[in-house]
């Protein structure tokens, strides 16, 4: 909670693009807290924050406990989200691991070692949109 931790956890958002805070008091902090010490919370339809939770009759992949492959939360939104905070409390089902990939270094490899995919890529427009079962 010191102002020389949270300047190092910025710090290290800002540099890596991703931090790692462990052992957090999960009933006593607020996820949003937080978020405030980065800027201005942008709130959408989900609310401010959102539980992540397994469903038997889920609409979406996302609430069931089954393998998420890489990709970007919400890109149908206008304007898209510049960061995303989660915070994992507790996994009481089998499966639901969490994988991060680094887009930017991806990106970067595409570029070097397959130029010609890498414009198309960066050079195509592309239109996202929600779809689910419902």
Request: charged share 20%; aromatic share 14%; hydrophobic share 35%.
């Amino acid at each position: 909670k010191s102002k020389q931790n949270l300047s190092k956890i910025i710090e290290g958002f800002y540099q890596y693009g991703i931090i790692f805070i462990k052992n957090v008091p999960v009933p006593h902090v607020d996820v949003l807290d937080i978020a405030k010490s980065f800027g201005y919370i942008r709130e959408t339809n989900w609310g401010k924050t959102y539980n992540v939770k397994s469903y038997a009759d889920a609409n979406s992949v996302a609430y069931t406990s089954h393998a998420l492959f890489g990709h970007t939360d919400d890109p149908y939104r206008d304007p898209i989200a510049t960061a995303q905070i989660s915070l994992f409390t507790k996994n009481t089902t089998e499966g639901g691991e969490s994988t991060l990939c680094d887009g930017f270094k991806i990106a970067e490899d595409m570029r070097v070692l397959y130029p010609e995919y890498f414009e198309l890529l960066a050079n195509t427009p592309i239109h996202f949109y929600l779809k689910d079962n419902n």
